[in-house]
């Protein structure tokens, strides 16, 4: 019978915290398995570990493994629908790890601008809808002094607005909003402008997102 990377995750995932090692080796062992397998259950049972009665989890191994492979020249999807549906959508949760992840280092993605960190704080950006605004706007005001984010920013916005859980304050993001260098035909761009200037917070208007589309 042949598994699937999903049909192995199931099985395995779970037995890496059962192993005779420290849990900070066991946390690297986890993440070992998600780097073979690239699947999204691996990133649930270890979300798991760190809430089980054994837990948390240390945080500078958790944290270090989610950090380098956001920023890794491969396919971090699992990792970033982790981060959205797990860690930021979870209002206990999300402060810690969107600092983690990005916050605690935006300075240091501005003044660098190494190809590693722009992935990092790409894919983190595109995922932060659902962050608290008062945890991610001093992140995303720093991010707006580098253009090369200005895109994905757009799309954090964009996603702040649309997410079911997602998070923003119309004034302020209107402003960050009319400080990005995008192209004027970007897909949306007016709509959410609309919406923000007419003080709406979410998609739970859903007549104001339509009343622009028509016009």
Same mark, same amino acid.
């Given at each position: ?7 192995? !995750? ?42 089980? !009665? ?17 920023? /890794?020249?491969?396919? /971090? ?16 949760? !999300? ?52 253009? /090369? ?40 761009? /007016? ?6 200037? !007419? ?17």
């Amino acid at each position: 019978m042949l598994l699937t990377a999903n049909d192995v !995750a199931h099985s395995w995932a779970g037995e890496v915290f059962a192993e005779d090692l420290d849990t900070a080796d066991q946390v690297r062992l986890a993440f070992g398995l998600l780097d073979l397998l690239d699947d999204y259950w691996v990133t649930c049972e270890i979300r798991f570990a760190d809430v089980s !009665a054994e837990g948390p989890l240390p945080a500078e191994v958790l944290w270090d493994g989610y950090r380098r492979r956001l920023a /890794a020249d491969r396919d /971090a999807e699992a990792v970033t629908y982790s981060l959205w549906v797990d860690w930021f959508e979870d209002r206990r949760t !999300a402060a810690t790890a969107f600092a983690e992840v990005l916050g605690n280092d935006i300075d240091r993605v501005v003044a660098e601008r190494s190809e590693a960190l722009l992935h990092r704080a790409r894919r983190v950006l595109e995922c932060s809808g659902p962050v608290p605004w008062p945890v991610k706007e001093p992140t995303y005001r720093t991010a707006v002094g580098l253009p /090369a984010l200005h895109s994905v920013l757009f799309q954090g916005l964009l996603a702040s607005y649309h997410d079911v859980y997602g998070d923003l304050e119309p004034a302020a993001a209107l402003a960050l909003l009319d400080q990005l260098d995008l192209p004027a035909n970007t897909q949306h761009l /007016a709509e959410l402008r609309y919406v923000l200037a !007419a003080g709406h917070e979410n998609h739970h208007s859903p007549r104001a997102w339509d009343e622009v589309v028509r016009s």
